[in-house]
């Protein structure tokens, strides 16, 4: 009787629709020859937005739904924690501040928080601008009217190259083809774990598993190689590498060095990656948009030349931010996110334990038509000032929420938006004809083959 009336309230765990699966294995077979995207979007199809997943002895609770995301990152936020979930990418970053829970993670944003409030942001826009005119200056030289490239990786150069000078002070020109590569290499294979039934130990001597160890060491090579090259500068400045060099524990003594390199990491490799993945979406999408780079560049033609400002992210570049908030939507580079459940509580109605997972997409989210019209358009004029308020506001999550929230937010939409507007100054890019778009659905989402743009004439 007890039962009955505790089921009513809550339903047990079997009664969360569950797709079919294979004994033993669960879903892990469709996992491993689909991918999770396709697996996910045929069972929303049926079961909606909530729903199981077996893999292996554990659930995977999905939830689709803003009111569900909204329990787990912000009202029932202590019943899950970033455990098991986030392995994969401790591989990469180790006990940063992405990955890192508890007095570590609050410790760690204490320390890094001041270089990354708005004030500290806006004072980084300068160097920001530079870089990005060095850049153009470098592409004015070898890109004409009709040529092809890759912004993607053009992107990815620029931006390591920001990370480098605003949060290290240093000039990483040098390390950005050898990063870039392993990073490439790191995130393949990592994410590939993710997705195979059987795990091996990665001191087993498999093809695999050699390529991301050696990977994982070039990346260690250039982060400590970062730590030693500003250490023997000596004066550490009041960036935010010098935040963690001078920051002591709490018996007063330096920061472990491999917690230093940790954080140092996290930022460089999922710092500049990020917003190079974000601006290369929005660029496919100008390409394929003709109507939309004609007001991006109207609204940036009102700077008359100038180099532009911080001051002018927040007046005159409103359509232009908007354009890359837009991108952001359709291509979330963190497309999902993951919590392990750590203590029992209830979602979406259901009862969940310790021991299981759970698991939320932005990039479905921000595609649902209850929370968007026409979602598959690509309209910026959504984010304009006085649009967002009829909206969840969980249903936009390309940062995460809550106290995760990522806190590179206003970093990478002050830096996407000056890049964007300075590009939109000298170059107009339509995509190439020999493009070949698809979204790689691994830790973030980069565009799998690059995005091959065309040099057209500035209108």
């Not at 699966?21 to 469709?30: L, N, S």
């Not at 909204?70 to 029932?76: P, S």
């Not at 929005?282 to 400002?309: N, S």
Request: proline share 6%.
């Amino acid at each position: 009787m007890l039962q009955a009336l505790l089921d009513r309230v809550s339903p047990p765990i079997d009664s969360i629709p569950t797709p079919t699966r294979w004994p033993v294995f669960g879903h892990i077979p469709m996992l491993t020859r689909h991918g999770l995207m396709p697996v996910v979007e045929a069972a929303r199809q049926k079961h909606g937005d909530f729903f199981r997943l077996v893999v292996g002895k554990h659930s995977l609770f999905v939830a689709l739904h803003p009111d569900a995301v909204e329990q787990i990152l912000l009202t029932d936020k202590d019943s899950y924690g970033k455990r098991d979930t986030y392995d994969s990418i401790r591989m990469l970053v180790g006990d940063g501040i992405l990955t890192s829970e508890g007095e570590l993670w609050r410790r760690e944003r204490r320390i890094a928080q001041p270089s990354f409030n708005k004030g500290s942001v806006a004072a980084l826009a300068g160097k920001m601008t530079r870089l990005t005119e060095r850049t153009l200056a470098d592409w004015t030289r070898r890109y004409r009217v009709g040529d092809e490239f890759d912004v993607y990786s053009e992107l990815l150069g620029l931006a390591m190259e920001i990370i480098g000078e605003t949060l290290f002070s240093l000039d990483l020109r040098a390390q950005v083809s050898e990063s870039a590569a392993a990073f490439t290499v790191a995130l393949e294979q990592v994410s590939g774990r993710g997705n195979q039934m059987l795990q091996l130990p990665l001191h087993w001597p498999t093809p695999g598993n050699l390529r991301l160890r050696k990977a994982l060491r070039t990346l260690d090579e250039v982060t400590f190689d970062i730590i030693a090259r500003r250490r023997a500068a000596g004066a550490l400045g009041d960036d935010l590498l010098a935040a963690y060099l001078n920051a002591r524990d709490e018996n007063g003594a330096p920061l472990d060095p491999r917690l230093v390199r940790d954080e140092i990491a996290t930022f460089f490799l999922a710092g500049h990656e990020t917003t190079a993945i974000a601006l290369a979406w929005t660029f496919y999408l100008l390409g394929t948009h003709p109507e939309v780079w004609d007001k991006l560049i109207e609204e940036v033609d009102r700077l008359e030349g100038r180099v532009p400002t911080a001051e002018d992210v927040q007046s005159t570049l409103v359509y232009t931010k908007a354009v890359l908030q837009e991108s952001l939507r359709l291509y979330p580079p963190t497309w999902s996110g993951g919590r392990d459940i750590v203590a029992e509580t209830e979602l979406a109605g259901h009862r969940v334990y310790p021991g299981d997972r759970v698991l939320y997409l932005p990039f479905l989210m921000h595609r649902d038509p209850r929370f968007w019209d026409d979602p598959e358009r690509f309209e910026p004029a959504r984010f304009l000032p006085g649009q967002a308020q009829a909206r969840h506001k969980l249903a936009y999550i390309p940062f995460s929420a809550g106290p995760r929230m990522c806190i590179g937010n206003h970093f990478t939409l002050l830096e996407g938006t000056l890049v964007l507007a300075m590009i939109a100054q000298r170059f107009r890019l339509s995509l190439s004809a020999r493009a070949r778009i698809a979204q790689e659905f691994q830790i973030t989402m980069r565009p799998r083959h690059g995005v091959l743009v065309r040099v057209e004439a500035k209108r």
